[in-house]
């Protein structure tokens, strides 16, 4: 018997019978259930039986607009970028089957960290196998037992088990309320290690941060910080190095988190820093030795991806057209969105509740579109969203058709 536990403390468990693990999951069970008993098409498992551009697809034999996706910038088709992936897998084969600090190594890991670090000007580039490996590797890593992290209450969930992984004292702070993150930062244990955690693009509601006034309450308290720039970089700043580089404070970042699953195009994460002892992290970052390093393929499409994107400014100016007229027509019709401006590349429509929601992404993608379902826990303020992303790809005339879609499913469904 373990210590500490009482008999009286024990859960009790019936003679021969084991407590079921997943009864905590009941809720969310009933819940799924509930929603799934109205006959609405379930909203977490759409397959796309076939991916034809960057915004479209074929979902239940029909072909689809994507609205929800992430791929800001459409790497995901661009001809050099599958070139490349495809010359990798010629060349270097399918995976590296190791670790970075052993035999998962390869050329191309080497290029798309110079390619970070050429796109970021930066000194030190760290390549990890997703994004939530890289904010879940470096928070935890940095910030240890008596470190203090003073983050956002809407950080993204990566956020939130790095600083878990690494034990250090969490103090949340209200959702970009620089006066609340002050007082927080007052009240820390002087002498004590400290590291700020924000985002720049705050992917539920698409709202971005002040990061240049929260960086300079950040640095008055002698914290280090991270910035996640996961739904900003390749779009927002004049070269798309995110909100911090359009808000001018990018040099005061000590620690940009972003991830290759958006306007990369692929999948893998990675942590830019001028830190000068930077590199110490291969060894000690247990979520970078101990896992398997990205393939070649995935390596070599992020690195051509990266690079082009350097020149993106056409596509970036597009697609600022694009959340501008989306964001505008949406509000004309009367739906509620979650910024009053267009602030991103995302537009969050406000539902009323689960089972609106449910019913409009069903009537939406009736009529031909996609958009991502959000509900708590994900959400803030327990709001379900119809999240759309947009996309450098989608033309101007697709998205007024959209808004189209959106006027009849909204009006079918009795929201607008
Ligand atoms: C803010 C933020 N950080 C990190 C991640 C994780 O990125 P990845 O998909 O590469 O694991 C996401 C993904 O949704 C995100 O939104």
Known sequence: MSEGISQADKPEVLEGHERDLFSKFDDIILTRETLLASGVEDPFSLVMEQVL?????ICNGRDTILLGTYNYMGM???PDVIEAGKNALDNFGAGTTGSRVLNGTYR?????EDALREFYGMDHAMVFSTGYQANLGIISTIAGKGDYIVLDIDSHASIWDGCALGNAEVVPFKHNDIEAMDKRLGRIPEG????VVLEGVYSMLGDIAPLKEMIAVAKKHGAMVLVDEAHSMGFIGEHGRGVAEAQGVLDDVDFVIGTFSKSVGTV????VSNHP???IMRLVCRPYVFTASLPPSVVATAATSIRKLMHGSDKRAHLWENSKRLHGGLTQLGFKLGTEEPQSAIVAVIMPDLEHGAAMWEALLKEGLYVNLARPPATPANMTLLRCSLCAEHSAEEVETLLG???RAGKAVGII
């Open 53 to 57: 551009s960057p915004t479209r697809a």
């Open 268 to 271: 893998g994460g990675f942590c």
């Open 277 to 279: 002892k930077f590199e």
């Open 192 to 195: 004590a290690g400290k590291l």
């Open 76 to 78: 995901t088709f661009d």
């Open 108 to 112: 191309g890991h080497r290029e798309v």
């Open 405 to 407: 879609m959106f006027e």
